[in-house]
């Protein structure tokens, strides 16, 4: 029996989170028993490159040796309190020092658990009910934001699910990304009733779709002249565009922010921080509850404090932009030699290659793209020993730790799957 059948026994659809599962490609996952740099290894022994990254948080790549040596140190102490650490103090300095917008940080231990606790705190600080989100972009599952979803809850055709009231659902207006007139068309239809819109600044989970123009300028002043409260879920964008996040990157104020993955250094770690004054409505210090046990967690701190402090080192993003801009650039030339005119969107250490001819710049886009070619090009980089993502819909992520060498050898099996795929 396979570890997959096994896990099937036990485990629904033997996974804890459900792309892991190959469900849009087809296929069994591949049990991982190590990482190290760059690199994934399965049980059988196999390397891979990895561009998964856990899904965005490995910035510095597997197993950091800074970060692994800190949390031996910290481990040593114990594992969890339940009472404050400085650990805290520590990471939350750092949040407020990088993150333009952000007085305050409450941490949390997932980017479900940070948006779901954002919405409530916009709700209670503007006395509003509803909130805008775009189709296509994912916000964790919680039930407000469970309604038109990205990432696999897209993948598996199932953007809204059962289980989710109709009466929350309808608390959530769905509005076109990169397109400011669909949600102005929302604030008229729904006026002084909005307490937050909530956006990727780039989505990532319909693959990567930048913002175009000024959109998000547009919807940042939208939402100041609703008093409506814009927040950036930067759970994947949040370090990875920059140092500052998009926020820093695009120029943009959002009222509150919600980071997860890279902040927790590959441990469990949310959180959600902004204005001095959003904040401190949040209990013990104002009336909005929110609460957790393992909140905080000094591993996991020490992780994000350990990931955080590498990225504020001189230089850190610009050899990391010139990294993926290699790869990217690689990619792009080998569709040109092939003919090929799918759609290529990057920014920084993110991208996606849609198997849609043209561009991708909405969701409506995205969906164009053709799923069936994605799962043969997954297979087959697989194969030849590249882990991409399970799902045309999401993103992939460059490290500090992939090598020029990892780079060249990617840049050359792409080109081997796409002429495989084809060339004539
Ligand atoms: N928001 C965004 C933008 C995400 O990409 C994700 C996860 N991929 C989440 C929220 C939810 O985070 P988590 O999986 O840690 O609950």
Same mark, same amino acid.
């Given at each position: ?21 190959? +469900?849009?490609? +087809? +296929? ?108 296509g972009c994912y916000h964790g599952h919680s039930d407000s934001l469970l309604v038109k979803a990205g990432s696999g809850a897209l993948t598996f055709n199932q953007p809204s699910s059962p289980g989710v009231p109709d009466e929350f659902a309808k608390l959530t207006l769905i509005a076109d990304y990169n397109d400011i007139e669909s949600v102005k068309k929302l604030f008229k239809e729904n006026k002084d009733e909005i307490a937050a819109v909530i956006i990727e600044p780039v989505a990532g989970n319909m693959g990567v779709v ?215």
């Amino acid at each position: 029996m396979s570890l997959f059948e096994e896990a099937k026994k036990y485990i629904p659809g033997g996974v804890n989170s459900p792309v892991r599962a190959f +469900g849009s490609v +087809g +296929g069994e996952p591949v049990f991982i028993s190590k990482g190290k740099g760059s690199k994934i290894y399965d049980v059988k022994g196999k390397e891979y490159i990895d561009y998964v990254c856990s899904w965005g948080p490995l910035i510095v790549g597997h197993s950091n040796e800074r970060i692994v040596s800190r949390l031996k140190e910290v481990i040593e102490n114990g594992t969890s309190f339940g009472a404050p650490t400085e650990l805290e103090i520590e990471l939350a300095k750092l949040v407020v020092e990088y993150v333009p917008s952000i007085e305050m940080v409450r941490m949390v231990n997932s980017g479900t658990e940070a948006v779901m606790s954002a919405i409530r705190l916009a709700r209670a600080y503007t006395d509003r009910k509803k909130i805008v989100k775009f189709e296509g972009c994912y916000h964790g599952h919680s039930d407000s934001l469970l309604v038109k979803a990205g990432s696999g809850a897209l993948t598996f055709n199932q953007p809204s699910s059962p289980g989710v009231p109709d009466e929350f659902a309808k608390l959530t207006l769905i509005a076109d990304y990169n397109d400011i007139e669909s949600v102005k068309k929302l604030f008229k239809e729904n006026k002084d009733e909005i307490a937050a819109v909530i956006i990727e600044p780039v989505a990532g989970n319909m693959g990567v779709v930048l913002p175009k123009g000024n959109f998000l300028k547009e919807l940042e002043s939208v939402c100041k002249n609703e008093g409506t409260l814009l927040i950036f879920d930067e759970i994947i964008t949040g370090f990875r565009l920059a140092k500052g996040g998009a926020q820093e990157y695009f120029g943009i104020d959002p009222d509150i922010t919600t980071l997860g993955k890279i902040i927790g250094g590959g441990l469990p770690v949310g959180a959600y921080g902004g204005k001095k004054e959003i904040m401190e409505m949040i209990s013990p210090v104002g009336p909005v509850y929110q609460a957790g046990t393992l909140s905080g967690n000094p591993l996991a701190m020490a992780a994000g404090i350990e990931t955080l402090k590498i990225l504020g080192e001189e230089g850190f993003y610009d050899k990391l932009r010139e990294k993926s801009n290699k790869l990217w650039e690689g990619f792009r030339e080998n569709c040109n030699k092939l003919g090929l005119k799918f759609a290529f969107n990057c920014i920084e250490s993110m991208g996606s290659l849609f198997f849609k001819e043209g561009v991708v710049e909405s969701f409506a886009d995205a969906v164009e793209s053709d799923t069936k070619l994605y799962a043969t090009f997954f297979h087959k980089m697989l194969a030849k020993g590249i882990n991409l993502a399970p799902s045309q819909f999401e993103a992939m992520f460059v490290s500090s730790s992939h090598s020029e060498e990892d780079i060249d050898k990617t840049i050359k099996i792409h080109y081997e799957v796409l002429k495989e795929m084809f060339g004539n």
